[in-house]
């Protein structure tokens, strides 16, 4: 069972450059999103996902864009990247609240480390 | 006002010691709240959730405190792994959209 799957770890990217970063799970999660963290700041949401066909906007959503066609992956495009993109990304995935469970923490990939320079 | 707060610390303490962070968050109508861990360089991972009533996981303890809007964890006989960032997760609108706070970092010395 691998979870939450991220790839690439680690990016660097010139200004300008597009890119996507990779996010599947296997644990048949209806909650997908993305969140960067920056020093100080905590984890912002980018965009989320509540079943495939469906995404919405998170707290930092500009010059990111997001689809899910599937329930299992949830990539996330940088269309033309900034130096104030350079950020840890995280991918995560949950049950659906909806689902009457206790249990639907968040579980984690392992991040993704992008530079813009 | 953010929505979640923590106090950044670091808190440097000995082994053994006893410890707690508090975490205040801002929407009165928050229904779920948890505890991460998060180590250097690694993502978070779910330390355990906080329940109304107050639970206990071990050395771990949480509370709520609805009245005053604040969580707390207490780590008892702290020891050298569990040096790390500790991140108050509030799920402020009953859906899955988390708010994290930005961390309490702890270093645990021998």
């Known amino acids: 069972n691998a979870g939450v799957t991220q790839t690439p770890k680690f990016q660097v990217l010139k200004t300008g450059q597009s890119m996507t970063l990779q996010c599947a799970q296997d644990m048949n999660h209806e909650y997908m999103s993305w969140y960067r963290q920056d020093p100080g700041m905590g984890l912002r949401l980018i965009h989320y996902?509540?079943?495939?066909?469906?995404?919405d906007q998170g707290e930092v959503p500009n010059g990111y864009n997001v689809s899910r066609s599937t329930t299992e992956d949830f990539p996330l495009r940088l269309l033309s990247a900034a130096p104030s993109q350079t950020s840890v990304y995280f991918c995560?995935?949950?049950?659906?609240?909806?689902?009457?469970?206790?249990?639907?923490?968040?579980?984690f990939g392992s991040g993704t480390r992008l530079t813009v320079v | 006002r953010k929505e979640v707060e923590q106090d950044p610390g670091p808190f440097n303490v000995p082994e053994g010691a006893t410890v707690a962070f508090n975490c205040t968050y801002s929407n009165s109508a928050s229904q779920s709240f948890f505890w991460y861990r998060q180590d250097c360089r690694k993502e978070p991972k779910l330390l355990m959730s906080v329940y109304s009533s107050g639970n206990e996981d071990g050395r771990f303890t949480a509370q709520l405190n609805r009245a005053s809007q604040y969580i707390s964890l207490l780590i008892r006989d702290s020891k050298l792994s569990d040096s790390a960032t500790y991140l108050c997760v509030v799920n402020p609108y009953n859906n899955n959209d988390m708010r994290f706070g930005a961390g309490t970092r702890l270093t645990v010395k021998p």
């Open positions: 996902s509540v079943g495939a066909g469906i995404t």
């Open positions: 995560a995935s949950s049950y659906s609240i909806g689902r009457d469970r206790e249990d639907y923490g968040y579980t």
